[in-house]
């Protein structure tokens, strides 16, 4: 029972660089969200997705683009990476918008 | 805006010293209070969910309490695999997916 799984779990990049974080659940859940955590701050939501077809901004959503592909896959992507995006990113999924959510180990993102 | 604030940052006890871990929140309309644990290296796991001041929750060592301003973890004869950060979200303003989460409280039990 894998839950939520991201890839990769580590990643260094150069300013200017573009890629894209992935993120799959195997709960049948409807909700997927992704979030940013750093130092000294909670958690930030960057975007989500309450279900299959629809994506909203979060508190964070600058620099950032994200994809529901599917109801099991929804990605994060960076067009042109910056230093102030070097943070760990975590995906999450939830039954639905108003239940408990579920987290991923996380991507470690360094960006020189 | 709603604001989540944690106390204390960190909190040190022996092994069996029971203490408690507080949420502070601000929130126009609380419709639910979320704890987590997060051990280094990994993604918070879920803990509990409180949606109504004098609700309360228990798991093992841990007793989850929730009033109108509040919340409190209340952990029992802690062991040193109760170590990690602690972290609460509330979920309110009505019409707002979001959770907003504090910055934690970061628990070490001393064998």
């Known amino acids: 029972n894998a839950g939520v799984t991201q890839t990769p779990k580590f990643q260094v990049l150069k300013t200017g660089q573009s890629m894209t974080l992935q993120c799959a659940q195997d709960m049948n859940h409807n909700s997927m969200y992704w979030y940013r955590q750093d130092p000294g701050m909670g958690l930030r939501l960057i975007y989500y997705?309450?279900?299959?077809?629809?994506?909203d901004k979060g508190e964070v959503p600058n620099g950032y683009n994200v994809s529901r592909l599917n109801k099991r896959e929804f990605s994060l992507r960076l067009e042109s990476a910056a230093p102030s995006q070097t943070s760990v990113y975590f995906c999450?999924?939830?039954?639905?918008?108003?239940?408990?959510?579920?987290f991923g180990d996380g991507t470690r993102l360094s960006i020189l | 805006e709603d604001q989540v604030t944690q106390s204390p940052e960190a909190l040190r006890l022996q092994e069996g010293e029971s203490s408690s871990l507080n949420c502070s929140y601000t929130v126009s309309g609380l419709r639910g209070l979320f704890w987590y644990r997060q051990d280094p290296g990994k993604g918070p796991e879920f803990l509990f969910t409180?949606?109504?001041a004098g609700e309360e929750k228990e798991k093992e060592r841990l007793k989850a309490t929730l009033t109108k301003k509040e919340s409190f973890l209340h952990i029992t004869a802690p062991k040193p695999e109760d170590s990690a950060t602690y972290l609460c979200a509330v979920w309110g303003s009505f019409g707002n997916e979001k959770l907003t989460f504090g910055t934690g409280t970061r628990l070490t039990i001393i064998p």
């Open positions: 997705s309450a279900s299959e077809g629809t994506t």
């Open positions: 409180l949606y109504s």
């Open positions: 999450a999924s939830a039954e639905r918008w108003d239940q408990p959510q579920h």
